[in-house]
Each structure stands twice: as C-alpha cells, then as structure tokens.
C-alpha cells in the first residue's frame, strides 16, 4: 500500500459491499477532494486456515473466490467514490486476514480512516462489535464513522451537508485535560477545511470541577458555567485559535451527561453539526485501554459522521 512518507496524503475507507460502506466511500471521496488526498479503498477477506470438507470447494479455488468478489466489491465503491468526485485518484487493494486488525495495520499507512456505522461480512455490527471498536481505540490514525439513521432514510452524508462548506459546523468535545488536544486539533482543521464555525462542547459536575478546575470558586451553577467558558476559551483553545485564526468558534459549557449534551449541541436546528469529533477516551481508571463510553454513546445515536480521534494518533 502507499508508505508512511505518504501516509498523511491517503484516506483510507474500509469497503464489504454494503449500502452502508458505499455511504463511506463517497464521504471519503469528497474529503480527498477537500484535503487533496488519494482515496485508498480497502477490502479485507477473513479466510479460515480450514474448511468444511464437505461441500466446501479446495481451499485454493475458496481463496480465488473469495479475492475476485472483493475486487468486483471495490470496483462498484471505486464508481460509487469517482461520480462523487470525479478528479480524486482513488486506489484499491484486497487484504487477506482478520478483518480488525488488518485495518488497524493499515491505519498506519493513512491520515484517516472512515467505515460505514453498518455493513456485511466482517464489518457487520460494527457499533457493537469489535471492528470498529478496536480500529477506533487502537488505529494508528483518527477514524470517521458515517451513519445511516434506524429507519434507512438518507443521512447529511448521503445527502451531501458535509459536502457543502458553510452549510453547518464542526462540534467538538472537550474534557478538563490535555488529552483531548488531539481532537480539538482535528476539529480546528476540519472546520478550516470545511469553511464552517467549531463548536466547542465542556461538559460540567462536581467531580470534573474538582478534578481540573481547582481553582474555581463556585457559588451557583451559572457562576460555574460563566468561569468555566472562560477557562476553556483562554486555557484549552488560545493556541488553536491562533494556528486557525479562519475558525470562528463558539464555547458552549453544559452540564450533564457529556454524550447526551455533546449530541444536543450537535442536533441544534439553527447550525447542525456536518461532523462530531469525539476522543477515544477521556478519564477514569480504564485510561488508555479502549473507547470509552462517551464516545461509544455518540457513536451509536448521532446521525451524522463522528470523528474518533485518539489520544497519540497522527493526525
């Protein structure tokens, strides 16, 4: 595939056939487009070392089968991504092995990946089983997950929202820690890509107030949002904000459960989000060892692309 000097050029989309893998490709395609990135389209094949003996075909002409239907896969997404984006160059390869930690290996050869929220095959589930899960927590990259909300009608990624710049915004989440820079730094690049304002999302209690703000002294809940837009704008955002002087940026500080209030933000009418950047994990005694559950609750309800950037991930 292509090395990891270009690794910061290529946009990786896993493929296996289904609606919801074609959804990505074409979102993949129109980020190419904006970041002047190769599309690089990958199928993975999960071919067990042993086969039924009865009536499984030799395991040879099993292999043959089963790498021809994952190039016919490719070469309909490959279509599907060039009437997207007809001057992109797109690449295409077939994988052979597990299907998780094939794309894990391949996200080190990628600015990022994206993977339909549903699909066949070895990405079926993907929400709740382990594909995209492991790729989100472990890649060596940020993954982007496009959706298809419950009842199969189009998604804004379907319908082109983020591929119309200034037609919503970016949202992002942000805790107490330096560990979401990551994600902010994404989200500034992508809004800037994007032509579109950031929304930046802190979500409040006691414990987090205790935690990363010590030095707040809080008389009311108003009192506590008030200084907090404060600390988040001066502390955690100065910097981004000058790299992406383009960016105009909201703070909003909410208090609640972070995923419910990260997907409020996201779904207000005046300026829905085209994209939610989310971290892998934020805190807590599991720090590090997977996807936390906020990200996971955004991943399963919000009906727009969720971006997964973790912590010492290339960007």
């Known amino acids: 595939m292509t090395s990891n000097a270009d690794a910061r050029h290529t946009i990786l989309v896993g493929v296996d056939g289904s609606d919801s893998a074609r959804r990505a490709a074409c979102w993949?395609?129109?980020?190419?487009?904006?970041?002047?990135?190769?599309?690089?389209?990958?199928?993975?094949?999960?071919i067990p070392d042993t086969l039924p003996r009865y009536p499984a075909p030799p395991k040879e002409r099993f292999d043959e089968a089963m790498v021809e239907a994952g190039e016919s896969t490719l070469s309909e997404a490959k279509d599907a991504a060039l009437a997207e984006a007809p001057d992109i160059q797109v690449e295409t390869y077939v994988h052979i092995g597990p299907v998780a930690a094939t794309l894990v290996a391949e996200s080190k050869n990628a600015r990022l990946v994206v993977l339909g929220s549903r699909g066949l095959g070895g990405f079926a589930g993907l929400l709740v089983g382990s594909v995209g899960v492991?790729?989100?927590?472990?890649?060596?990259?940020?993954?982007?997950?496009?959706?298809k909300d419950g009842?199969?009608?189009?998604?804004?990624?379907?319908?082109?929202?983020?591929?119309?710049?200034?037609?919503?915004?970016?949202?992002?989440?942000?805790?107490?820690s330096r560990r979401s820079d990551p994600a902010v730094e994404f989200a500034f690049d992508a809004a800037s890509q994007r032509g579109?304002?950031?929304?930046?999302?802190?979500?409040?209690?006691?414990?987090?107030?205790?935690?990363?703000?010590?030095?707040?002294?809080?008389?009311?809940?108003?009192?506590?949002?008030?200084?907090?837009?404060?600390?988040?704008?001066?502390?955690?955002?100065?910097?981004?904000?000058?790299?992406?002087?383009?960016?105009?940026?909201?703070?909003?500080?909410?208090?609640?459960?972070?995923?419910e209030m990260l997907l409020e933000e996201a779904g207000r009418e005046e300026?829905?989000?085209?994209?939610?950047?989310?971290?892998?994990?934020?805190?807590?005694?599991?720090?590090?060892?997977?996807?936390?559950?906020?990200?996971?609750?955004?991943?399963?309800?919000a009906g727009v692309p969720v971006a997964i950037v973790r912590s010492g991930a290339q960007a």
């Open 196 to 259: 579109v304002p950031l929304v930046a999302v802190h979500v409040w209690n006691q414990a987090t107030i205790d935690t990363d703000w010590p030095e707040l002294s809080i008389a009311t809940s108003h009192e506590a949002e008030g200084q907090l837009e404060s600390l988040v704008a001066s502390e955690r955002l100065a910097g981004w904000r000058e790299k992406y002087p383009d960016v105009e940026v909201t703070v909003r500080v909410r208090r609640g459960r972070p995923a």
């Open 151 to 176: 009842d199969g009608r189009e998604t804004p990624a379907d319908v082109g929202l983020g591929d119309v710049d200034g037609a919503g915004c970016v949202v992002v989440g942000i805790d107490g």
């Open 134 to 147: 492991t790729l989100a927590a472990h890649g060596a990259c940020p993954v982007v997950v496009v959706p």
């Open 28 to 46: 993949g395609a129109r980020e190419a487009r904006r970041r002047g990135a190769v599309l690089s389209l990958v199928h993975v094949c999960y």
């Open 271 to 301: 300026a829905p989000a085209e994209l939610i950047v989310v971290g892998s994990r934020g805190r807590g005694p599991l720090l590090g060892l997977g996807l936390g559950s906020v990200s996971q609750k955004v991943l399963h309800h």
